[in-house]
């Protein structure tokens, strides 16, 4: 390969990605670039120079707390989403191809309604009259109903249901590519059925679960329906602060500021799971 | 000296293995078909047969992988149908070798030990070991992917060794390898097995891969053995016309008996030439027999000799040592004949006008199929 040709190759390519790089120029770059500086305003004109947002930001306990329970919810949802996905990508690669089809439709059907609808339905099952506490009540597994709605647990298994394709879908894609030999042979060599897993196919799946997490984590932090319609007015995460200061409060350089943090939050969230996937590459 | 192999572990035994009537279906599709196959201890047996035959099924019955619809697999006198696969004893080397792309070979290797919970200590020294057997030693810290595919084999081999298995199965352990590598691997493998007195099983659709390695090979079809028999015994004296077809090239000639005693027959061929067979099957006069014969135990001449075939020499092709020739009947029946060539030997060395039988030639008799 000469220099001459990859010089060329490049500058077609450079070419080739103008069109998209210019709009993102436009329409993302330059609208960060002006949220940045709005962070540093003294109002919503753009005007003066002022640390005031982020000092009184990051110097009330309750606005460090939101950051930390935006992040938390990301991590729980990422913890539920994984616990329940590896069953079900199990089940998916030992399935023959007639369930797998219906394990991917079921797997999918969450992607095909729209959030809003897909989240006053779980309104419907977890609320105290709902469809979950009524089955609870009837088992006697419970005396009075349980407070689902307007907690952590509630939103973490409503998002857990929306954001599960997004788990599973590059888990399953990289678990189909496990050759079915390497688990009859650490079977052959006297592993157990969980020795397998832990040895084998979870290492081996890293990379998809790297993958799903990622999207799960970003999905989830900043997942303003879900949040703010289950979690209601009790749970206050990033996004839904951001929406009250930018379109309740009009104090649009503070809503700036939560902006960038969650923004960064979700970035740092984000290159932490891709160090995980050069780690375990490496491992 | 590094390149002496190792003698023989003291704690090794060979274990002899049954299958009893094993039958096993995929829904309704029979795929093993009252298999029945005791395969002595330190023997390696091939189950040689084409794609379907139920070769693969009966091995994967054999490791705890499936579970057979009937019959029972004992090995040492012991029926092991309840045991999973971890508790079996039982190694394995696969085709694609299924080493684990995230370990390096020395984990691989120690896979199945730690598995049994073995020491430390334990498993570096049996790794060195099983490195040392199969003249791997600095290899130990190289991932799969590093290793060329006769090195990843022998490390798949070391793995299935290392535990000391009672029984190795070889699931067409050489497809995957260069024509030049497969010879020396199958004397590896060999040897091994020799060396650590395994009762092995090679499942394969090639037959040199069998007739090399193998004490005994069954040919399979159908999910059914239709004969069990060494390597010389299987080429030379084939039972059914298909175990005939399927080793080895044979040609086929259509033919009548015209009389018959005491095992010996004068077959009337469709070309009108008269063969005397010997066979050990029964035949009356008249009855429609396919009378095969291999390339190599037949001659073209230049004249009519006695059973001798009119032909027209259309081809030959120098193989090696070996000239090929296609020829024809006048009825327009295809068929081969091998010679030996010397050396300087043009391609097409006469104009031959007929075929006759060497004079080592053993015809072989089969009822003519039903069409």
Request: charged share 15%.
């Amino acid at each position: 390969m000469s220099g001459a040709a990859t010089g060329e190759t490049a500058g077609v390519e450079w070419r080739l990605a103008a069109p998209l790089g210019l709009t993102y120029l436009a329409f993302f770059a330059a609208p960060l670039l002006i949220l940045l500086v709005m962070s540093f305003s003294v109002d919503d004109n753009l005007g003066g120079f002022s640390l005031a947002a982020w000092a009184k930001f990051w110097g009330d306990p309750f606005y460090r707390g939101v950051v930390w329970d935006t992040l938390r919810l990301g991590l729980v949802t990422v913890a539920m989403t994984t616990l329940f996905a590896y069953p079900i990508a199990l089940l998916f690669i030992a399935s023959g191809p007639g369930l797998q089809r219906l394990l991917l439709f079921i797997v999918l059907l969450p992607l095909l309604t729209s959030v809003v609808i897909r989240t006053f339905a779980w309104i419907a099952i977890l609320s105290r009259e709902g469809v979950l506490n009524q089955a609870l009540l009837a088992l006697g597994l419970t005396t009075a109903p349980l407070n689902l709605l307007q907690t952590e647990l509630g939103l973490v298994i409503a998002l857990m249901q929306i954001e599960m394709p997004l788990m599973l879908l590059p888990l399953i894609t990289v678990m189909r590519q496990i050759d079915p030999s390497l688990s009859d042979a650490s079977r052959a060599l006297g592993g157990s059925k969980w020795r397998t897993f832990r040895k084998v196919i979870l290492p081996l799946s890293l990379p998809g679960w790297i993958a799903g997490a990622t999207l799960v984590f970003a999905s989830a932090t900043t997942a303003f329906i879900s949040q703010t319609v289950i979690g209601g007015a009790r749970l206050v995460y990033l996004p839904t602060l951001i929406w009250q200061q930018a379109m309740v409060v009009y104090n649009w350089p503070f809503a700036a500021v939560a902006s960038v943090t969650l923004l960064v939050a979700v970035l740092a969230g984000v290159s932490l799971f891709a160090m995980l996937g050069r780690f375990a590459r490496t491992a | 000296m590094s390149l002496q192999a190792p003698a023989i572990p003291p704690d090794i035994q060979s274990q002899p293995l049954t299958l009893d009537a094993i039958s096993h279906s995929y829904g309704d599709a029979l795929a093993v078909n009252e298999v029945t196959l005791e395969v002595r201890a330190g023997e390696l047996i091939a189950l040689l047969g084409p794609s379907g035959c139920g070769k693969s099924t009966l091995l994967r019955i054999v490791a705890g992988f499936i579970n057979q619809t009937s019959g029972r697999v004992v090995i040492a006198d012991r029926v092991v149908d309840a045991l999973p696969p971890n508790r079996r004893e039982v190694g394995i080397v696969f085709q694609s070798y299924a080493l684990f792309p995230h370990m390096t070979v020395a984990e691989n290797i120690a896979y199945g030990l730690e598995a049994r919970g073995e020491s430390k200590t334990t498993c570096r020294e049996r790794v060195k070991e099983m490195l040392a057997t199969v003249r791997m030693e600095g290899f130990a810290d190289r991932k799969p992917r590093q290793l060329s595919g006769g090195q990843q084999q022998r490390v798949a081999l070391a793995r299935a060794l290392a535990v000391r298995p009672r029984i190795l199965l070889l699931d067409e352990p050489f497809a995957a390898l260069d024509k030049n590598l497969r010879l020396d691997m199958q004397i590896e493998i060999k040897r091994l097995q020799r060396q650590f007195g395994l009762t092995a099983i090679l499942v394969t659709h090639d037959q040199d891969e069998a007739m090399s390695i193998a004490d005994r090979i069954a040919v399979m079809s159908k999910g059914r053995i239709e004969q069990l028999g060494s390597p010389v015994e299987i080429y030379d004296q084939p039972e059914t016309l298909f175990v005939n077809d399927f080793i080895g090239s044979s040609n086929r000639f259509a033919g009548v008996i015209e009389s018959a005693g005491e095992g010996a027959y004068s077959v009337r061929l469709a070309s009108g030439a008269l063969w005397q067979v010997t066979s050990r099957k029964p035949f009356a006069p008249g009855d429609r027999v396919v009378a095969t014969i291999r390339p190599e135990q037949l001659v073209l001449t230049d004249e009519a000799t006695a059973g001798s075939i009119p032909v027209t020499l259309k081809l030959s092709l120098p193989i090696g040592g070996e000239l090929i020739h296609d020829v024809e009947t006048r009825s327009g029946e295809a068929f081969k004949v091998a010679a030996g060539r010397r050396p300087g030997e043009p391609a097409s060395p006469m104009a031959a006008t007929h075929c006759a039988l060497a004079p080592h030639a053993r015809p072989i008799l089969f009822p003519q199929p039903a069409a």
